[in-house]
C-alpha cells in the first residue's frame, strides 16, 4: 500500500523490491527514529537498508516463519518490538500528511495498555527524515 502510494506503478513483490523504492522516494529513511521515553529507548527499525540490507528482525522473521524449529529463538520480544517499530515508522510515513497538519487526532500512540504507560508515542513537531514540514 504505502509503496503504491509513491509509485503507482510498482510491481514491488518481495521486501527487496519494497526496500529500493522506498529508499528511492525516501534515502533517509534509515534513520527514522522510534523513541519509547519510559524505557529510555531510541529504535532506528530500518537502518540496515543504508548498506542496503533488510533488517535483522525481517530476516530473522522469514527464518522463523519458513523453519520454525531451527530458528524459534529468533521469535523473541527483541524483534517484535523492532518490528512493532517499523510498523509504526511506516504508518507515520504513510499518513505523514494527517501527522503534519495534526489531522489525526489523538495524537498517535502505539502499544498503549492501560497498565503499563510505556507506549511508543509521536513528538509532537517532530520531522521524518525526507519530509520537512514545509511540504505540507
Not at 530500518?46 to 522469514?62: A, E, G, M
Request: net charge neutral; aromatic share 12%; proline share 5%.
Amino acid at each position: 500500500m504505502f509503496v503504491k502510494k509513491i509509485n503507482n506503478s510498482s510491481s514491488a513483490r518481495n521486501m527487496d523490491n519494497y526496500r529500493n523504492e522506498l529508499r528511492e522516494a525516501y534515502p533517509n529513511l534509515y534513520a527514522v527514529e522510534c523513541l519509547i521515553p519510559r524505557y529510555d529507548l531510541t529504535i532506528k527499525p530500518w537502518l540496515r537498508w543504508n548498506d542496503n540490507r533488510n533488517s535483522q528482525w525481517w530476516v530473522d522473521y522469514n527464518n522463523v516463519k519458513h523453519n520454525r524449529s531451527t530458528h524459534a529463538k529468533k521469535a523473541n520480544q527483541e524483534n517484535v518490538k523492532n518490528a512493532l517499530c517499523g510498523l509504526f515508522t511506516m504508518l507515520l510515513y504513510l499518513y505523514q500528511e494527517e501527522l503534519y497538519s495534526g489531522d489525526i487526532y489523538p495524537n498517535p500512540t502505539f502499544l498503549e495498555y492501560e497498565k503499563m504507560s510505556g507506549s511508543l508515542v509521536v513528538n509532537l513537531g517532530a520531522e521524518l527524515p525526507d519530509i520537512p514540514r514545509t511540504n505540507v
